[in-house]
């Protein structure tokens, strides 16, 4: 299966994701590449904190991946440029910008479990960023492990055609290796998880493995003309067609290519990294990078060393040696020592040097072409989402979305004298992290630390008390709570009128406030005003107050979400009217018409899963209903159920000790945001 090097540099070259649910085996799938292909030359373990993805303290003591991880390496000729993404759903801002980044992921299942909820949601995320994928079956050697049921679960819950290329030779503690269904040979590997020479499918497993491989060619015909055709012609596929009708399935997105293993005891990397060669594209197979120029027209970058320099910095972090930026570059070329310019501060930075990296490693550059993924020292302010590009042909790039933290603590150095230092280190890791927010309350004075979830916070504050030795005071999270209107008011009268000796100010509306679709779906603006009684510059101008006034909502000072609001009547006056009064006009307006406005406070709530032995579903069904959980499903799995609820997420803080302690450490769970939901009478809410 595996390609020779082509004469372009670029197509030798994969930028690929491991993407998977917390404890599928993503960093122990990275460490066993990096074993298989010479780059470390000792197996790493998650369990013993040896491996080099999961290098931070953090990780090692928590046991899982917490920073997206870049590694390099080489196999058959070919440059990989792995990154190792977080599982943990308070994380899925780093695997957002990951994906951004990347040309193709592979993605690890449990054999056991099948697709789990994060499984899902990072699934979506690729799909959203239109990112080729294979799957890994991962823990074939586990018992209830099985390839079939996993597969089953990734055609019900993901809708992708899967397509399984190997047979397991061997069940559970059995399994010593794969038939290769697309060159119909055996793969085996010994005790020390060292792999034999490729042999003849074992006599045993022929007949189903000449079953599987026509399933495989049927089901390729029907997805792939070029096939169809074939297999029309001569009933079978040959082996050159079904590789290349399953490389085009794959990065169309069309189809998924299944493999299966067991990362741990080293069996199935090899042909894992030969698919990754074979299906998943190279720079020059995606399509080329489009931008904004400065004049506001788009303009399309292909990956070619010899066009102008544009490149996306996906990731920043502090290390002992200097700030690093790391870089995806999509065009031209990029020397130590050049300079680029920061099209989205606006300002010119030095490139002081270039790293290729490997986790907490690196190695220098001279320089580094279109495609490649590197790290450079020397940027003073470039951020993640940061377009850096040739100051001659300046271009901005679409930034990855950063999503919106949910999760608040308030945060107080323990000694007045360290409040500066805080300061410092709040700014140094909401610069780092996207998804972390910081502010200062102006009603409390607490600066107030913000983030995606319980986990995500404790992991920042406990960087801070690491790196730095400061003392900090926490306190309880606190969530993000919306405020939406439930039943809004008609032909609401705003007048604004002011005198002050000088030039006046005069601003006429009539507004209509009305609930938009579900709650938390945003804000919409409209006008109906007809006559030009209100010119369309000064309807912009409603707009804008009217944004301004969604700040903050009349029961808590929370922001305002899930309205529409229309201007159907207004007047102007000759002299005193301006774009700055109606402005004022439409911000006062909404917000004393919120006042008139049925309003409900919302909060955020989570899809919670949760997996217990069936001894204890009842507690935990218990516990769920006192939480203000409402359960959506439940599934019995071998020797314990999974229950599905939808929860407040104020209320799950602290669920993770209180479910290991009525489950006596058997049980687990995972959430994901879900949106918001009306949140109980006003008066019981937590104000601002």
């Known amino acids: 299966m595996r390609n020779p090097t082509t004469a372009s540099p670029l197509a030798a070259v994969r930028n690929l994701g491991i993407l998977a649910h917390v404890d599928a085996g993503k960093t122990t799938v990275t460490e066993r590449i990096l074993y298989a292909t010479g780059t470390t030359h000792k197996r790493g373990e998650v369990h013993d904190g040896t491996t080099v993805t999961d290098h931070d303290p953090q990780e090692r003591d928590r046991g899982i991946t917490i920073f997206a991880a870049a590694v390099s390496c080489a196999w058959d000729g070919h440059r990989i440029n792995l990154i190792d993404t977080p599982g943990h759903v308070d994380f899925a801002d780093e695997v ?29 995320q690729a799909d959203r960023h239109g990112v080729p994928r294979i799957a890994f079956v991962n823990k074939m050697d586990r018992a209830g492990a099985d390839l079939d049921t996993a597969v089953a679960s990734i055609r019900e819950r993901l809708h992708p055609a899967p397509l ?25 590997w010994d005790d020390e998880g060292e792999a034999g020479d490729p042999a003849p499918v074992p006599d045993a497993l022929r007949e189903e493995a000449g079953g599987r491989r026509r399933l495989l060619e049927e089901a390729v015909a029907e997805l792939h003309p070029g096939a169809l055709e074939e297999f029309c012609d001569t009933g079978a596929l040959t082996t050159g067609t079904l590789t290349d009708a399953l490389r085009d399935l794959t990065r169309g997105g069309d189809a998924v290519v299944v493999l299966c293993g067991s990362a741990y005891r080293n069996r199935g990397i090899e042909p894992l990294l030969d698919a990754v060669l074979a299906y998943l594209p190279s720079p020059l197979d995606v399509p080329p990078v489009r931008g904004t120029r400065e004049d506001g027209g788009g303009q399309e970058r292909a990956a070619d060393p010899a066009a102008p320099f544009a490149a996306l910095a996906f990731k920043v972090t502090a290390t002992s040696t200097g700030r690093l930026t790391y870089l995806r570059i999509y065009s031209g070329t990029i020397g130590k020592g050049d300079t680029v310019w920061d099209a989205t501060a606006r300002r010119t930075e030095r490139v002081g040097r270039i790293l290729r990296v490997r986790a907490d490693r690196q190695a220098p550059l001279d320089r580094a072409v279109a495609g ?4 450079v020292v020397g940027l003073k302010s470039a951020r993640a989402g940061a377009t850096l590009c040739a100051p001659d042909a300046p271009l901005l790039l679409e930034p990855p979305g950063v999503a919106e933290p949910v999760v608040s603590v308030a945060v107080e150095a323990l000694r007045g004298t360290d409040t500066g230092r805080l300061a410092s280190a709040l700014a140094r890791l909401a610069e780092e992290d996207p998804s972390l927010g910081v502010r200062t309350d102006a009603e409390t004075g607490q600066t107030v630390l913000s983030g995606m979830g319980e986990l995500h916070l404790e992991v920042a504050v406990e960087r801070i008390r690491r790196e730095l030795g400061l003392g900090v005071d926490v306190g309880r999270p606190r969530v993000g709570y919306r405020e939406t209107v439930g039943g809004g008011v008609t032909g609401f009268v705003f007048r604004h009128v002011k005198q002050d000796g000088g030039a006046g100010q005069f601003a006429h509306v009539v507004l209509d406030v009305e609930p938009l679709g579900s709650p938390g779906s945003g804000f919409e603006f409209r006008s109906a005003v007809v006559g030009g009684r209100v010119p369309q510059e000064y309807v912009r101008a409603v707009e804008a107050g009217c944004r301004d006034a969604l700040a903050e909502g009349p029961l808590g000072g929370h922001p305002v979400t899930g309205l529409r609001v229309t201007l159907t009547d207004g007047s102007t006056h000759v002299k005193d ?50 939480r203000r959980g409402r359960v959506t499903g439940s599934a019995a799995r071998a020797g314990g159920a999974v ?36 949140a109980p009478a006003p008066a019981e809410a937590p104000a601002r």
Do not use: N
């Open 96 to 124: 957002e910008r990951s994906l951004r980044v990347l040309d193709g992921a592979v993605a690890v299942f449990d054999a056991v479990a099948g697709v789990e909820p994060q499984s899902e949601s990072v699934w979506r």
């Open 164 to 188: 399984a290329v190997q047979l397991p030779i061997g069940r559970e503690d059995t399994f010593t290796g794969v038939v290769d269904l697309v060159r119909m040979c055996a793969l085996t």
């Open 372 to 375: 490649d993924i590197v790290a």
């Open 577 to 626: 009217s301006s774009d700055t009064a109606f402005r004022t006009a439409g911000r006062l307006g909404l917000r004393d018409a919120l006042r008139a406005c049925a309003v409900v406070l919302l909060e955020p709530v989570v899809e919670v899963t949760v997996t217990v032995p069936e001894d204890a579903v009842g507690g935990v069904l218990g516990d769920l209903a006192a």
């Open 643 to 678: 229950v599905t609820a939808t929860v407040p997420l104020a209320e799950l803080f602290g669920y993770a000790t209180r479910l290991r302690s009525r489950t006596q450490g058997r049980g687990t769970f995972t959430s994901r945001p879900t949106g918001y939901a009306p």
